[in-house]
């Protein structure tokens, strides 16, 4: 069982930046590479979204609003992956969710990390 931890959210400006973190409760260094790793977002009422994924090889994925925006990149030696937030919008406001696609298949959750924007 894969345990989630985010951290890393808070209130944060238009055109502001934010760090967003993610670490994951793998057994050591190597099964944590071995994880596709990446982070969606939810507007309460509304559908979750995939933001940004990257996978043991290091591709990544991000949905086209936030392409040239955001950058996520991973440190597997502690088991971490981040999402780095630039520029960030008004629509970029939402509850962030990590989650670890683990060797088994499954995708494990955290319980997320709320990202405000106001001026």
């Known amino acids: 069982q894969v345990q989630v931890v985010e951290s890393g959210g808070g209130l944060v400006q238009p055109g502001g930046s934010l760090r967003l973190s993610c670490e994951a409760s793998?057994?050591?260094?190597?099964?944590?590479?071995?994880?596709?790793v990446g982070w969606s977002r939810q507007v309460p009422g509304k559908q979750r979204e995939l933001v940004a994924s990257?996978?043991?090889?290091?591709?990544?994925y991000y949905e086209d609003s936030v392409k040239g925006r955001f950058t996520i990149f991973r440190d597997n030696a502690k088991k971490t992956v981040y999402v780095q937030m630039n520029s960030l919008k008004s629509e970029d406001a939402a509850v962030y969710y990590c989650y670890v696609n683990a060797i088994n298949g499954i995708n494990y959750w955290g319980k997320g990390t709320t990202v405000t924007i106001s001026a």
């Open positions: 793998a057994a050591s260094e190597i099964v944590f590479s071995s994880y596709t």
């Open positions: 990257i996978t043991s090889a290091g591709n990544t």
